[in-house]
């Protein structure tokens, strides 16, 4: 009998055991396609020898040294490389575990920059509907998917949440891309009318959303307005590129490709790519110099900030990304992956929606391509398309409550940049398999 408090309390998963490039093994020897990259994050394949040699040379230098007391080359070398190629004014790097403590330490600095600007009214945040930020309770109440957040209600933090720019769902007939990401984006401007602008600290969105929503890129100008309308009434901009960055749009920051910056940056998942637990926020000179000339310190931490081999980890891998030529590659296989799930399931009847961005991409399921009508969620179609494909021999993500937390399905594909085209092939055949299975 297992004591791990495992994710499910009826079901026993297979124990892993190896890893070798896009393929994951179990004790059985059977090889798993990893064609979600976990959730978006072996972003290298398994098995990558120059970042595990570079955690084994500073295991061998340094395990650990306080932050409280030290910093260390690695975290050093991590928030340059990092702040070398950062949109904007993006200045500061503050090395975390993983994306809820990114996404977390985000709210809170945005809270504490305006208590030392002199405005402590600003308490409030505003998110989007069907988002995912993370499982504590400060994320978690940034976030917008109902299932997630319903039985943890009374412990939640009061946050706005406007609609998701979701073109598919929402576009009008009548309305151009452009005209619906305009209205789409005016939500904000609405909800920071009505709540009262000198009340609210930020805004806080997915450039692309992950989880919750299935690879939802913006329409066109969207984040362009959303920017104007934060810099209108002087709130924060967080992005939580948690899920969508480190290249796996296409861009080493996804909100490149929307030609803004924000104020504060999430990163984690793709950072460490599964070698190290690691997360990172990134924010600009000016709130931290609010900081330093404010109380002279961010009232948070944890015990593994900067941990020296997580950095050391992240360090091997943004190098690998940008020296490999892996953001070239996640353009040119995202487009052959797009390319094939358009040819396969284009004119599938359950498929409305195939969308996303390089390595990132989504297919929203539906009972009717005409109507748009989600399957019944009684269904329980996203436990059982992710058993189906985990029986074929493939890692996805599926996930359902894509309209609103409730109805809807969708998959999310997040394969390795390293992925080959033969295991694009693999991935699409597999995939077809048990949508077929279970539909
Ligand atoms: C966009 C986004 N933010 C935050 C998180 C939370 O990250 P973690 O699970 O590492 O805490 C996730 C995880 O899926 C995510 O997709």
């Known amino acids: 009998m297992s004591h791990i408090f495992s994710r499910h309390c009826h ?19 059977k090889r798993y396609l990893d064609g979600s990259g976990g959730a978006a994050v072996s972003c290298l394949g398994h098995g990558d020898a120059d970042v595990t040699a570079a955690i084994e040379a500073q295991l061998e230098q340094l395990a650990f040294a306080h932050t409280g007391f030290f910093t260390s080359e690695p975290a050093e070398k991590l928030a340059d490389l990092l702040i070398e190629h950062a949109p904007g004014d993006l200045d500061r790097v503050y090395l975390v575990s993983g994306g809820s403590e990114a996404t977390e330490a985000a709210i809170k600095l945005a809270r504490q920059y305006w208590v030392e600007k002199g405005e402590p009214g600003r308490g409030r945040l505003i998110a989007r509907k069907q988002s ?22 009374p412990l939640l933090l009061d946050v706005s949440h406007i609609d998701p720019c979701y ?9 151009s891309a452009e005209e619906y990401g305009a209205r789409a984006a005016q939500a904000l401007e609405d909800e920071l009318l009505r709540v009262g602008p000198d009340t609210v600290m930020a805004f806080m969105a997915e450039p692309v959303v992950g989880a919750t929503a299935g690879a939802l890129a913006p329409a066109p100008g969207y984040f362009k307005r959303i920017r104007e309308i934060c810099d209108k009434y002087g709130i924060l901009l967080i992005l939580d590129e948690v899920m969508c960055g480190m290249g796996r749009t296409g861009s080493l920051f996804a909100c490149e490709q929307d030609g803004i ?27 931290y110099q609010t900081l330093a000339d404010g109380s002279g310190f961010f009232q948070h931490g944890h015990t593994y900030l900067g941990h020296p081999a997580a950095a050391a980890a992240g360090h091997a891998v943004v190098s690998a990304i940008l020296n490999r030529g892996l953001i ?28 996303g ?27 059982a398309l992710k058993k189906a494909a985990f029986n074929e021999g493939l890692i996805c993500y599926p996930m359902s409550g894509t309209i609103d937390g409730k109805t809807g399905d969708h998959i999310l594909l997040a394969p390795p ?23």
């Open 132 to 153: 995912y930020h993370g499982n504590t309770i400060g994320a978690l109440s940034a976030g917008g998917n109902e299932w997630r957040r319903q039985q943890f209600g």
């Open 261 to 287: 910056a924000p104020d504060i940056l999430c990163i984690a998942k793709g950072l460490g790519a599964g070698y190290q637990p690691i997360g990172a926020m990134l924010c600009t000179a000016e709130i």
């Open 11 to 29: 079901a026993t998963p297979p124990r892993a055991v190896g890893g070798e490039g896009c393929y994951l093994i179990d004790d059985s020897g």
């Open 167 to 175: 073109e598919y769902r929402y576009r009008r007939d009548d309305e």
């Open 357 to 383: 961005r390089g390595l990132f991409r989504g297919i929203e399921l539906v009972a009717d391509r005409d109507t748009k009508a989600p399957f019944d969620p009684a269904r329980k179609l996203g436990a």
């Open 328 to 355: 070239a590659r996640v353009k040119e296989q995202g487009d052959k992956l797009v390319t094939r799930l358009e040819d396969r399931f284009g004119q599938h009847p359950h498929v409305g929606d195939i969308r």
């Open 417 to 439: 940049f390293i992925i080959e085209d033969a295991q694009l092939d693999e991935l699409v055949d597999k995939l077809d398999r048990a949508i077929t299975a279970t539909i």
